[in-house]
């Protein structure tokens, strides 16, 4: 009796290893199967969202959006309106052909997102907090938090979100050579002090550490003139990414070099007025970076509102251009 008392134990030990080696199997053939078909989770700024599979038709919500998908060699089939151009910023025009509009980053149409039965919606926080439910009711929805200078965060959130994480390590990593390249170019000159200035209907700002600019400064080792520092104050609404300025401040504006743009969206007038006003004045004519020929104007798309990783290249080419005076 004692004997199969000990044979049944061993027969019951023996079953519990095999159903718990087929439970193994079984889940990590799930896991394998589910890895091959794309699916994934991405920790986004308002949850997690799950994807069962690698998207195909990605609808986007932002300007720097846009660029990252397009970075990644992928078309998406609806995007914001770009702040500048009729709808796309030219350096994308191209890369755009036959995709739908789907209103701006402020103001996006609901109808058209769905009407294009998106697998993917990428958005933002801080722009479409307000829509997320709605959104999420069409597609699984990732949305990035905030659209100052962290452009590599967003751009590393977009990237496992599409399910092209090393694609987009590689896009990051071929940014930071060319940011190293043009830094060693430069030479002695990344020891210079930069300033930023926008002129909008209205409105004049200096930009700084926070702003797209300012990061891509910050990374080549630039400096904001010592003067602006102070500007920077608890209390400014805007935080280190801008000010708001009067013509009182244009003497803070000065630095070895200025770089300067205008958001004037289909040729706004009173946006050129702006710009035109402030630099015909004396008081920026006296700045010496004006009296050395040091002030340069450049694109406002490509240096501020497009905001992704082509607009940073770019910036970086024309910044190397200017200041090597090629």
């Known amino acids: 009796m004692q004997s199969l008392k000990r044979m049944f134990m061993v027969i019951s030990v023996l079953a519990l290893f095999m159903l718990a080696a087929c439970g193994n199997n079984a889940e990590k053939t799930s896991s394998d199967k589910n890895k091959k078909d794309g699916g994934y989770s991405v920790e986004h700024a308002m949850g997690t969202e799950k994807l069962d599979k690698k998207p195909k038709r990605v609808v986007v919500l932002t300007n720097e959006g846009t660029e990252a998908l397009l970075a990644l060699g992928i078309k998406p089939v609806g995007a914001v309106q770009s702040w500048l151009g009729n709808p796309w910023y030219d350096h994308i025009t191209d890369d755009m052909k036959d995709v739908k509009v789907v209103g701006t980053e402020s103001e996006v149409n609901l109808e058209a997102i769905a009407a294009l039965k998106p697998d993917l919606i990428i958005g933002n926080k801080l722009r479409q907090e307000a829509q997320y439910d709605k959104l999420k009711a069409i597609a699984p929805t990732v949305f990035s938090e905030t659209l100052r200078g962290d452009w590599k965060e967003n ?16 896009v990051i990593s071929d940014f930071d050579a ?36 300012g990061v891509i400064f910050e990374q080549l080792g630039l400096k904001h003139p010592k003067a602006q520092k102070e500007l920077f104050t608890a209390d400014n609404k805007l935080g280190n990414l801008a000010i708001e300025v ?15 743009f205008t958001y004037a969206p289909d040729g706004d007038k009173e946006a050129m007025n702006t710009a035109k006003e402030w630099t015909t004045d ?19 798309a490509t ?6 990783v082509l607009a940073a290249n770019i910036m970086l080419d024309d910044l190397e251009k200017l200041m090597m005076g090629k």
């Open 155 to 170: 751009f590393s959130l977009y990237a496992k979100a599409v399910n092209e994480e090393e694609k987009g390590k590689k």
């Open 178 to 213: 060319h940011v190293s390249e043009v830094r060693k170019n430069l030479g002695d000159k990344v020891n210079q002090e930069v300033s930023v200035v926008r002129f909008m209907a209205g409105t004049t700002r200096i930009y700084y550490t926070d702003s797209f600019s």
């Open 246 to 260: 009067g013509k009182e401040a244009t003497p803070k504006m000065d630095g070895d070099v200025i770089f300067y």
């Open 282 to 300: 004396p008081l920026w004519k006296n700045l010496n970076a004006v009296k050395n020929g040091k002030a340069y104007e450049v694109s406002d």
């Open 303 to 308: 240096w501020n509102t497009a905001g992704g």
